[in-house]
């Protein structure tokens, strides 16, 4: 039987409430689980968000995307994506280009530097997927999905 979240955090005093424990445990799990995600990425010298900046611009293809685009679709939020994407271009990973017509528009796409990374990344990544949340079943795992789907709906 896995611990609970007060036996973890040596907790001696009851939660004030339900929505507390889950609310904290639900904290507790993502800081686990991102840190040992964290872990492999540092070996490829790029952080978490990076990589989510690189799958996002993958998956929108050589159209890429605005730098709002890009915001939106990140899975953690991030207060100056413009400053994410200076630093990523620096290290070649994407490029951004001004439009001709409208030069308030500039697209970020992903470059074959960091196509490079990401394939590279693919199999590390799912292996790490595979090691943190294989030991579920797919019916746990598909409630759960379903449970934090509900957790992160307007109440």
Same mark, same amino acid.
């Given at each position: ?24 445990? =639900? ?36 159209? #890429? ?17 413009? &400053?994410?994407?200076? &630093? ?25 530097? #960091? ?9 590390? =990544? ?25 957790? &992160?709906?307007?109440?």
């Amino acid at each position: 039987m896995p611990s609970s979240l007060q036996d973890e955090i040596k907790q001696t005093k009851p939660f004030a409430s339900l929505e507390q424990e889950a609310l904290l445990s =639900v904290e507790r799990t993502a800081a686990v689980l991102m840190h040992r995600f964290a872990d492999i990425l540092k070996s490829f010298d790029i952080t978490p968000t990076q990589y989510n900046v690189l799958r996002v611009l993958r998956g929108a293809g050589p159209d #890429g995307l605005c730098r709002n685009e890009v915001r939106d679709r990140l899975i953690s939020q991030v207060p100056d994506v413009t &400053r994410l994407l200076d &630093r990523m271009e620096e290290a070649g990973l994407v490029a951004r280009e001004r439009d001709s017509t409208d030069r308030r528009l500039v697209t970020t796409r992903v470059t074959r530097q #960091g196509l490079s990374l990401l394939s590279r990344l693919d199999a590390p =990544v799912a292996e790490a997927h595979e090691k943190a949340l294989g030991h579920m079943p797919s019916a746990q795992l598909r409630s759960l999905i379903d449970l934090l789907a509900l957790a &992160r709906s307007p109440a």
